[in-house]
């Protein structure tokens, strides 16, 4: 474990491994704090000392003030003035020692002629509970000092503070916003900037209300709750803020689908969500953590805990893939866990003697290896081959458009007959600028192929027809579906104004 936390601070300082020793054993080997230390010092080695010139011992200065060396134990080697001289240099400590007291503590000239310092004086104090009826001016002064006190942390490179919004002003004094955010951490060197600037927080797509306004909000305008609990000594959780939601496809999904919350472990802002939705908070092995919750019912419906870390490409996928299967309209259904999700075991540390004992015995017998591991996604336990389709509507509302729906089949039926079964597809060179990468679901597993932006949603019909991914399916009708829309209504558009850019498309077989 050491070893790693070694090589991830010589890789991001570009420091010697003897020297990130050195500040990680200082800092208990939190690299959090050992990075902050060692560019606070300028990447200075710890066990060097400057040089001291060579000088007698117990030599007088310009001032009159003897020197005398810490391992000298011999005074004989002293002179006799030497040593008065150092005895008076002695006493004016302690006299200005006692004054700096006097004057800290408020007793000078508090004292009677037998050196009795005067009794405290008495004060009396009123102590106010939570429904008291505050004042607006009172109230406004405990939210500030809660927001002081949630901040206890220094801020720094790795620990940086979203202060009153300081980046809704854009890029024109990005420097400064920078180094107000680290406490002037990033103004250390070039290279401290630009590993501010690489690991900052989302500050541009992250909400700033509380747990309950943001469920007001995500109610109000149909938005997922997106949360990410950040633990700023795990090296992982940086490493989200540095490839994950800097990630331009991943802002825009969260932008016009989720409110997405970002909160430090520490925050009493997060105190909410962790009683109810994250009791593991104080493991370790729980990081990184991000879940989805319902706003309208408090459910939590998808969550991404612990290793490996979810890299942006997959987690778009994953997003999309959700954003199919699940809606927040009421005319819609969403899917049923099909069990009920396991409750997490419990650490070592949290057992008693007796459970301890019972876990050993369980382990003596074999019968931890055959349990199977336990989920930990709410969403893993509502797949099913049923729910490939995507989300379902509500029995009332199928039969009020039963009619209008038949007669859209009938249209697609013709349209999707009419779509050739002869041209395969050859993926185009990579290209981040004209090209996208679309993942396919299907009962089979899944695929991913790349299209060009320009390219109609007919050629991925085309594809499918020559070319199925599944064995078996030649010649069988199907629907494309993606965020809960049949593209069989957009074969002109294109696949970049269809929306399906680093998407997901559910493909779904219909069986005769």
């Avoid at 389709?389 to 029995?395: D, H, N, P, S, V």
Wanted: aromatic share 8%; glycine share 8%.
């Amino acid at each position: 474990m050491d070893d790693n936390v070694v090589a991830q601070f010589t890789e991001i300082t570009g420091s010697t491994p003897e020297l990130a020793t050195q500040y990680l054993q200082l800092t208990d080997f939190n690299i959090e704090q050992a990075m902050q230390l060692f560019f606070e010092n300028g990447g200075a080695s710890l066990t060097e000392e400057p040089p001291r010139p060579s000088r007698p011992s117990g030599y007088q200065d310009e001032s009159g003030v003897v020197h005398i060396d810490s391992d000298t134990d011999d005074d004989d080697n002293l002179t006799d003035s030497t040593q008065a001289a150092a005895g008076a240099t002695y006493e004016d400590d302690a006299a200005m020692a006692r004054r700096l007291q006097e004057e800290a503590y408020g007793m000078g000239g508090a004292q009677d002629d037998d050196g009795v310092r005067a009794p405290i004086a008495r004060t009396t104090e009123t102590l106010v509970g939570p429904e008291a009826d505050f004042d607006d001016d009172m109230h406004a002064n405990i939210l500030g000092q809660l927001r002081g006190r949630r901040s206890a942390g220094r801020p720094g490179i790795f620990n940086q503070q979203d202060t009153s919004s300081i980046w809704a002003g854009g890029s024109a004094n990005h420097q400064e916003q920078l180094s107000r955010a680290t406490g002037g951490a990033s103004d250390a060197s070039s290279k401290s900037n630009m590993l501010a600037e690489m690991y900052r927080p989302p500050f541009e797509i992250m909400s700033r209300l509380s747990w309950d306004l943001a469920r007001d909000e995500g109610r109000e305008n149909e938005k997922w709750l997106l949360v990410n609990i950040q633990d700023q000594s795990i090296f992982d959780c940086q490493v989200l803020n540095r490839d994950l939601w800097k990630d331009k496809s991943v802002q825009e999904t969260i932008r016009e689908h989720f409110v997405f919350l970002q909160f430090s472990k520490d925050d009493p802002r997060a105190s909410p969500y962790l009683q109810y939705y994250f009791q593991g908070s104080d493991v370790s092995d729980n990081y990184p953590h991000i879940a989805i919750v319902d706003p309208r019912t408090g459910e939590k419906v998808k969550s991404w805990t612990g290793q490996p870390v979810v890299k942006a490409p997959e987690f778009l996928m994953q997003l999309h893939e959700f954003l199919d299967r699940y809606s927040l309209n009421l005319n819609v259904r969403n899917p049923v866990a099909k069990r009920k999700l396991d409750k997490p075991e419990k650490t070592v540390e949290a057992m008693t003697e007796e459970e301890m004992m019972e876990m050993a015995m369980r382990n003596s017998l074999g019968e931890a290896a055959t349990s199977g591991p336990k989920l930990d996604d709410p969403d893993e336990l509502t797949r099913s081959t049923g729910d490939i389709k995507g989300k379902g509507r509500a029995a009332d509302a199928e039969d009020e458009a039963m009619e209008d729906t038949e007669a859209v089949e009938e249209t697609g039926d013709s349209r999707f007959a009419a779509i050739p079964n002869d041209r395969p597809h050859t993926e185009p060179a990579a290209d981040p600028a004209t090209t996208t990468r679309i993942q396919f679901r299907h009962p089979a597993g899944r695929v991913i192929r790349r299209f060009a932006l320009s390219d109609p949603v007919q050629r991925i019909y085309e594809w499918l027809k020559a070319e199925p991914p599944v064995e078996g399916k030649a010649g069988v009708a199907f629907e494309l579906n993606s965020l809960g829309t049949n593209l069989i209504e957009s074969l002109e558009s294109s696949i970049e104004s269809a929306g399906l850019k680093n998407g997901t498309v559910n493909i779904g077989y219909l069986e005769e």
